[in-house]
């Protein structure tokens, strides 16, 4: 069983930066396409970004240019540096797989974009 652990948000102004982590419990990050989502209240759950086994990254439209994902193959940890953050990037933010295999789902991280 994989447990993945997010950290990293907070509360930052608009303009502001953040680096989120997710740290796997065990080696299987560098085999899996890795992805961070997001889910705001009332809203579902959607994909951010997304890293393959061969770095390939692809990002959703609303975070093209701001956002960057990365991947430490020795340390099982994906990371979503966020600039330029926007109030509309309030939200939970989660990792997983590219499946959205339901039992890899953690607690998240909260990030809150306000002034």
């Known amino acids: 069983q994989v447990q993945l652990v997010e950290s990293g948000g907070g509360l930052v102004q608009p303009g502001g930066s953040l680096r989120l982590s997710c740290a796997a419990s065990?080696?299987?990050?560098?085999?899996?396409?890795m992805g961070w989502y997001r889910q705001a209240p009332g809203n579902q759950r959607e994909l951010v970004a997304s890293?393959?086994?061969?770095?390939?990254?692809n990002y959703a439209d609303f975070v093209k240019g701001r956002f960057t994902i990365s991947r430490d193959n020795a340390k099982n940890t994906v990371y979503l540096q966020m600039n330029s953050l926007k109030p509309e990037d309030t939200a939970v933010y989660y990792c997983?797989?590219?499946?959205?295999?339901?039992?890899?789902w953690g607690q998240g991280t909260q990030v809150t974009v306000s002034s």
């Open positions: 997983n797989t590219n499946r959205r295999i339901q039992a890899y």
């Open positions: 065990r080696s299987f990050i560098s085999i899996v396409t």
């Open positions: 890293i393959t086994p061969s770095g390939s990254t």
